[in-house]
């Protein structure tokens, strides 16, 4: 789950992460009272999105009275913001913060991720501040400094203090830096975050190290200890499917290709997602159906696959182990039955009952086609997405 900046600034500012003063607005008129509320006149006012980039696309934009706040208001309320990472339709910027202007002398860059072959997390700083991290840690990866860092033992202070030492910082900076390093760590863990990026962290004239930029990802795993992080979520910044798929508990993800996957366990659906890359396909989608294909999740996993105008054909690919492939098979049928499908769908069951779930698809009045394997549901999946069959 993520949330915008002005939420993450605001979750900073609990645990002692120096930000500057800001507010958020939904209106012009409310950005402009915002504005009046800090403290001197240079003002910034960003668009609010869940995407990078923002200031490239011009969504960061300087203010020196209320006039401007204003006008940056009219024009970026509304707009669609386009940048890198929100692809060519860009997004709709529904909020803006407006916040004080900060006398920058250098930009830096921290992040907090967790790093799965090392099974720790790996907090990462460089001098490189303002810059896509990507291009980075392709171009110069010998700027981005990393510490590792046991989940048992946390942040030490030692490491933070290397940290600070790798930015080249010195005095006063340094002492700054290592209680937002501190900080940021309490905001990792107590929060059950999957990642923290400030882009830029920036130094101040008067040596004080300050967040300028706050990216939080939360574990969705870890969310039912957080009622309040729960609270936060934005469903408009999110793909309307997959909001749409959590209302049912199940686990979507829309991708680019033409075959519909649904599927029950996560490791199933990657697998089914390979094979049909394999055979000269491209999946549509993740979805992991859980343990529960029944018909009223297999239903609505047909609706989500089918609100996505790219499908051409689904592969149904179940393995009957928790739940019974004959409860699954009058499950599909059931589903079927009372929703309108026009593409090709081929399904694969395996596992306890499987005879008796082939018998039950075969006497059905529905049209779809029943695989001998994985292999051949994937052949005829990916043969129907390109016209090959009906």
Same mark, same amino acid.
């Given at each position: 789950m993520?949330v915008?900046?002005?939420?993450?600034?605001e979750i %900073?500012?609990? %645990?002692?992460?120096? #930000?500057?003063?800001?507010?958020?607005?939904?209106?012009?008129?409310?950005?402009?009272? $915002?504005?009046?509320?800090?403290?001197?006149?240079?003002a910034?006012?960003?668009?609010?999105i869940?995407? /990078?980039?923002r200031?490239? /696309?011009?969504?960061v934009?300087?203010?020196?009275?209320?006039?401007?706040?204003?006008?940056?208001?009219?024009?970026?309320?509304?707009m669609?913001? !386009?940048?890198?990472?929100?692809?060519?339709?860009?997004?709709?910027?529904?909020?803006?913060?407006?916040?004080?202007? #900060?006398?920058?002398?250098?930009e830096?860059?921290?992040?907090i991720?967790?790093?799965?072959?090392t099974?720790?997390? !790996?907090?990462?700083?460089?001098?490189?501040?303002?810059?896509?991290?990507e291009?980075?840690?392709q171009k110069?990866?010998?700027?981005?400094?990393?510490?590792?860092?046991?989940?048992g033992?946390?942040l030490?202070?030692?490491?933070?203090r290397?940290?600070? %030492?790798?930015?080249?910082?010195?005095g006063?900076?340094?002492?700054?830096?290592?209680?937002?390093f501190?900080?940021l760590w309490?905001? =990792?863990?107590?929060?059950?975050?999957?990642? &923290?990026?400030?882009n830029?962290?920036?130094v101040?004239?008067?040596?004080? !190290?300050?967040?300028?930029d706050?990216?939080? $990802?939360?574990?969705?795993?870890?969310?039912?200890?957080?009622?309040?992080?729960?609270?936060?979520?934005?469903i408009?910044?999110?793909?309307?499917?997959e909001?749409?798929?959590?209302? %049912?508990?199940? $686990?979507y993800i829309?991708?680019d290709?033409?075959?519909?996957?649904?599927? $029950?366990?996560?490791?199933?659906?990657?697998?089914?997602?390979?094979?049909?890359?394999?055979?000269?396909?491209?999946?549509?989608? =993740?979805?992991?159906v859980?343990?529960?294909?029944?018909?009223?999740?297999?239903?609505? /996993? =047909?609706?989500?696959?089918?609100s996505?105008?790219?499908?051409?054909? !689904?592969l149904?690919?179940? =393995?009957?182990? &928790?739940?019974r492939?004959?409860?699954?098979?009058?499950?599909?049928?059931?589903a079927?039955?009372?929703i309108?499908?026009?593409?090709?769908?081929?399904?694969?069951?395996?596992?306890?009952?499987?005879?008796?779930?082939?018998?039950?698809?075969k006497e059905?009045s529905?049209?779809?086609?029943?695989?001998?394997?994985?292999?051949?549901?994937?052949?005829?999946?990916?043969?129907?997405?390109?016209?090959g069959?009906k």
């Open positions: 993520k915008h900046e002005y939420q993450g600034k %900073f500012r609990q %645990f002692g992460v120096v #930000v500057p003063e800001g507010y958020p607005a939904f209106s012009i008129d409310e950005a402009v009272a $915002n504005y009046r509320k800090l403290p001197g006149d240079l910034v006012v960003k668009a609010q869940h995407a /990078g980039g200031g490239k /696309g011009g969504g934009k300087l203010a020196h009275n209320e006039k401007e706040v204003r006008d940056l208001a009219r024009n970026m309320l509304g669609q913001l !386009v940048t890198h990472q929100t692809g060519p339709a860009g997004k709709q910027v529904q909020r803006l913060l407006v916040e004080a202007g #900060v006398r920058i002398a250098r830096l860059y921290a992040g991720v967790l790093d799965r072959s099974g720790e997390f !790996v907090f990462m700083v460089s001098t490189e501040g303002g810059i896509e991290i291009k980075v840690s110069t990866p010998d700027k981005i400094i990393k510490e590792w860092i046991n989940p033992l946390g030490r202070g030692y490491q933070a290397k940290l600070a %030492f790798a930015l080249g910082l010195e006063a900076q340094v002492k700054s830096a290592i209680k937002i501190q900080s309490q905001v =990792f863990y107590n929060k059950d975050c999957s990642l &923290i990026e400030i830029p962290l920036v101040t004239e008067d040596d004080q !190290v300050i967040a300028l706050a990216k939080i $990802n939360f574990d969705d795993n870890g969310l039912f200890r957080h009622s309040e992080i729960k609270e936060l979520r934005d408009t910044e999110e793909d309307p499917a909001a749409e798929a959590t209302k %049912f508990s199940l $686990n829309k991708l290709g033409n075959v519909g996957c649904m599927v $029950n366990g996560a490791g199933l659906a990657m697998a089914t997602m390979d094979i049909i890359k394999l055979n000269g396909g491209e999946p549509a989608n =993740f979805l992991d859980g343990g529960v294909a029944n018909s009223k999740t297999v239903a609505n /996993g =047909f609706r989500l696959i089918l996505d105008p790219n499908v051409k054909s !689904v149904i690919n179940i =393995f009957g182990g &928790i739940v492939c004959d409860r699954v098979a009058a499950g599909i049928i059931e079927l039955s009372e309108d499908v026009k593409i090709p769908v081929i399904i694969r069951l395996e596992g306890t009952n499987a005879q008796e779930a082939a018998r039950l698809l059905s529905l049209q779809f086609k029943v695989a001998k394997s994985l292999q051949d549901g994937a052949e005829q999946a990916v043969k129907a997405a390109a016209g069959a």
